[in-house]
């Protein structure tokens, strides 16, 4: 389904979709680097970075336009959100930072400074990821029991 079919209201489902596929990109990628697959790696890894890219271009659209979305849930489920909500904010403020730098070592062939950094990198970005669907999910999909 193209971009210009989508309204706005349907851009945190897609960025849910582009977070799962950028953390299934991502383990892939560190599967691949593992049997030292490594232009296939690099590829992946390239991938998941356009792919976090549009995702972040369409959540800055989303909330520009939207603004913040409340969570009106309550008890246990609302402490959990919001403790997963502030580690995925803070977190994902880093993830662009660390993958341009970490991308770019590997670019520049500085690969002791690429693998040292990646280690770093690919959990924070896999946690920013994941986290971004279960905030996704629980913002948009779960229904509080009555």
């Given at each position: 389904m193209p971009i210009a079919w989508l309204g706005i209201h349907d851009l945190p489902a897609l960025n849910a979709t582009l977070n799962g596929i950028a953390a299934v990109l991502l383990m892939a990628g560190y599967?691949?680097?593992?049997?030292?697959?490594?232009?296939?790696?690099?590829k992946v890894m390239w991938t998941?970075?356009?792919?976090?890219?549009?995702?972040?271009?369409?959540?800055?659209?989303?909330?520009?336009?939207?603004g913040v979305v409340p969570?009106?849930?309550?008890?246990?489920?609302?402490?959990?959100?919001?403790?997963l909500l502030a580690t995925h904010t803070v977190l994902a403020g880093a993830v662009p930072i660390l993958a341009i730098i970490t991308l770019t070592y590997a670019q520049k062939g500085?690969?002791?400074?690429?693998?040292?950094?990646?280690?770093?990198?690919?959990?924070?970005?896999?946690?920013?990821?994941?986290?971004?669907?279960?905030?996704?999910?629980?913002?948009?999909?779960?229904?509080?029991?009555?």
């Amino acid at each position: 389904m193209p971009i210009a079919w989508l309204g706005i209201h349907d851009l945190p489902a897609l960025n849910a979709t582009l977070n799962g596929i950028a953390a299934v990109l991502l383990m892939a990628g560190y599967a691949l680097i593992r049997r030292k697959q490594i232009n296939a790696h690099h590829k992946v890894m390239w991938t998941a970075f356009g792919v976090s890219c549009v995702f972040l271009a369409s959540y800055l659209i989303y909330h520009y336009n939207v603004g913040v979305v409340p969570f009106s849930k309550l008890g246990w489920v609302r402490t959990f959100y919001l403790w997963l909500l502030a580690t995925h904010t803070v977190l994902a403020g880093a993830v662009p930072i660390l993958a341009i730098i970490t991308l770019t070592y590997a670019q520049k062939g500085k690969f002791q400074k690429h693998r040292a950094l990646a280690k770093w990198t690919f959990p924070v970005w896999l946690y920013v990821s994941v986290t971004g669907v279960i905030v996704y999910l629980l913002l948009y999909q779960v229904q509080p029991r009555l």
